[in-house]
Structure formats: C-alpha cells, structure tokens
DNA sequence: TATTGTTATACTCTATAACTATA
DNA sequence: TATAGTTATAGAGTATAACAATA
C-alpha cells in the first residue's frame, strides 16, 4: 500500500512530528544533553548535579527542600546529588540553629571553584556547538523558552 | 556567610544557569513533555510510542533499524515500542520477500486513525499551553530548534 | 563479514510511599 | 498535624553487548 491510502488521513499526519515544538525541542535537548556531558568529561558532574551545585553556590545555606522546589524535582530526588556533591567535597551539610529538621547546604571553596570551571568548559561547549546561531538568535531562543517556563513553573 | 563571599568567584556563577541553552532547553521540554502526557491522558502512548506511530504512518514498510535511526535511538530500543504498537493494534510486523532478516512495520487503519487524533490532541494542548507566544514567536521557536538539530542530527 | 531483529543487562533520572525526628 | 530529610522501591528511557538468522 503507497502513500495514497483509502482515506486522506495519512496526509494530516505527514511530516507533521516536525511542525511539534514538543519534538523539537526533545530532539534539540537531546544534542544539548550529550554535548554537555562530553563538556564536563567521563567523571564529571552530571547536569543535574552541576545545577544544584550552581544553585547552591549561588544561594548559600539554602535548604534541601528549597533547592528541590528550585530544580522541580522531589525532596527525595535531590537526596543522592547532595550526597555526591559532598562525597565530592563541593558542600557540606550543616545543622541549623533554632530548627534541628533542616540542614543548610554550604558551598565550600572547592565547590565553588568547581562550580566556576564547569560552568567555563559548559559555555565554551555551547558555544561551540551553537556557533550556527548569531549572537541576536541565541538571545531569542532563551527569551522564548523562558516564556515557556514562566507559563509551566508559574 | 552572605554573597560578599571572599573571592568573586560566586559573582561569575550567580544566576548563570539561566543563561545556558541547555538549562533553559531542559527546563522547558520537562513542561512540554508533562503537557503531552496530559494529552494523551493515562493509558494513552508515551511521547516515543506516538514519534514510532507517526514515522511509521508516515513512512509505511519503514524497517525498524531505519526507524531506529530516524528517532536517533538504539535498535535495541525500538523492540518494546513496536511491540506496544503491534499490541494496540496499530501496527504490524510483515515480513519482507528478498530479505528474510528485516520486518516491515505497516500500520493498521486503526493505527492511522490513533495517530492522527492524537496528533489532534497533542496539538490543542501545546496550542493551549503555549498560548503566550504568537504564531510568529512559535515558528521562530521551531526555526531555532531545528539550527540546533541540524547542528547534531546533521 | 555485515546487518536485522532480539534478549539480557545495567544505568540514569524521576516519582511515590513510608519512615524518623523534629516543629 | 505538618515539615525536613531519608530510605526503599518501582518505572521510564536508554545504552551496551551478545546472540541467531540471514545476507
């Protein structure tokens, strides 16, 4: 059976995956994925890891909860990052005074160092990878799917 | 500690996650992808089962090595979507007269009929969600995504 | 030798539910 | 009762490696 089917529906269907900003932005993700994990190496920080490492340098002594609401994932989720990122020595987990529930996370200097230079070799990665794109479309790109963002995460 | 940290080096991090593509790529597809599987509600197909049903109508007697690289996925990965697919009965793996080795995947009339109204589905509710951008804003949307496919799909 | 479909296996990411210790 | 952190567990989604049948 070729394409021209019985009925038309085919034709509806054709090609249209592509027309799905859904789609396209999984396929694009895809490459932005695997173009970060070759930036940051073999034993290097995977991209949620690196995030909440960049979330916890930037806001210091938040809490765990607070970082997991951050990133949109669960409390229990952000559990074996946190651990990796102190095994890694990058933070510390820190008893807070006048509630003994919460526990601070506190960046150390290595951390932040760390954070620096992954940050340095995820830029250069990207830069590299999108050099297709004018400076003018890559600021158009965030604009837009910031405006997705502020349309699901509220 | 506040953010006057002793060196800079928090300066150079300090809200720099949003200004990476890949973040805000993230942060996006995971609202879009949570949009689609609201679409096709609870016993309906996962954002890939629908991709494999849509190629398949799209390209009918499609082999699934040729699927499985038009979705940029191992072989090994099509088997379980193909299976689902031939479970629904939307599909059917036919063998092929010449090659006794490949199966071609040929879609039912039902499973033309379930693509298209998903495709129905899938884009009321991305029109819904991204009601926020204009027409124009979209297709610029769809334009950038595809200079970064074509970037790594090339 | 190479390719198709397949199985087995493992790893990442994430969610849900329940637990504990606090509040 | 409610919250913070934790554990156990399960489910997607994907990759790698091997295999049998066929080319």
Redesign the interface.
């Known amino acids: ?3 021209h ?3 038309q ?2 034709k ?6 592509e ?18 994990r070759e930036a940051l190496g073999d034993d290097g920080m995977s ?1 949620r890891v690196f ?1 909440a490492l ?2 916890a ?2 806001f ?2 938040i809490t765990q909860s607070e970082l997991a609401r951050m990133m ?1 994932i669960e409390r229990s989720g952000l559990v074996s990052i946190v651990d990796e990122l102190e095994q890694r020595g990058f933070l510390n987990r820190v008893a807070v005074p006048g509630d003994r529930r919460v526990q601070a996370l ?1 960046p150390t ?1 290595e951390g ?2 760390a ?2 230079e992954a ?1 340095k070799a ?2 250069a990665h ?1 830069d590299a ?2 050099d ?2 004018t400076a003018k ?2 600021e ?3 604009k ?10 509220g």
């Open positions: 059976m070729a394409r089917a019985e009925n529906n085919w509806l269907v054709a090609s249209d995956l027309d799905l900003i859904g789609y396209n932005l999984k396929r694009a993700y895809v490459i932005v994925r695997a173009d970060f991209a995030s960049s979330l340098v930037e210091p002594n949109g506190v200097q932040r160092f954070c620096v940050l995820v830029r990207e990878l999108l297709v794109m479309e890559k158009t790109l965030l837009l799917l910031k405006k997705i963002r502020m349309r699901g995460e």
